[in-house]
Every structure is written in C-alpha cells, then in structure tokens.
C-alpha cells in the first residue's frame, strides 16, 4: 500500500498564495494516479485535481481550474499544489490520495492525513 505524507497547509488572506506538497512511498516507483481531494466543514468530500505520474495526465476539477496546478517530482516522489487566487470557499482540509484504477475517478486506496488551509477573507 502507498503511503503519504502531507505537508504546507496554513492560512492566507484572499488573493494569496499556498503550495501543499505530498510525499509518496511504497509503490515501487511505478506510474499510478495521484489526487488532492478537500473537505469544507458540512460538506462532503470534493476532487481537487489528479495527475499520473508516469504519463503526466493532469486533471482540474472546476474549483481549481486557471488557479491550481498540480505536479509530480518523479525523482523524490512528491506530488505538488500550488494554489493561486485563492478565495475564502477554497478553505477546507486538503487530502492528498494514490492509486487508483482513473485518475479523474474517486477511488483511491491510499490517503494522507490531510492539511488544513483557512482562506480569511
């Protein structure tokens, strides 16, 4: 099973900018499809954006689309979010997933722990 390690959450006032990073094991180093999803309080839990990091297929879900951009460093494993723009509806707990059959999909095996990031308006 791949395990990850969360980390760079924090809070930002509106307009700022935050890079939440991922770090991977335990996967041999093949390709497989990796995820930041996020969890707002009362609601439930949405897709961020995916990458496959032997392909390099990226995914955007709607909220991140022209904001975040999401990349993998194939030589120390982590998976990257850099969030631009960012906006008070953006605050929630951010979860980094791997492995999973689609990357755009929702199935993943694996899940960190989650970061927070606090958008103040």
């Known amino acids: 099973q791949v395990q990850l390690v969360e980390s760079g959450g924090g809070s930002v006032q509106a307009g700022g900018s935050l890079r939440l990073s991922c770090r991977a094991s335990?996967?041999?180093?093949?390709?497989?499809?990796m995820a930041w999803f996020r969890q707002a309080p009362g609601k439930e839990r949405e897709g961020v954006a995916a990458?496959?990091?032997?392909?390099?297929?990226?995914y955007y879900h709607d909220s991140a689309k022209g904001r975040f951009t999401i990349s993998h460093d194939n030589f120390n494993n982590v998976m990257r979010l850099q969030m631009n723009s960012l906006k008070p509806e953006d605050t929630a707990v951010y979860f980094c997933?791997?492995?999973?059959?689609?990357?755009?999909?929702?199935?993943?095996?694996?899940w960190g722990q989650g970061v927070q990031v606090t958008v103040s308006a």
């Open positions: 997933a791997a492995d999973a059959p689609t990357c755009a999909g929702l199935n993943y095996r694996s």
């Open positions: 335990g996967f041999g180093g093949r390709g497989i499809c």
């Open positions: 990458i496959g990091t032997g392909s390099g297929y990226t």
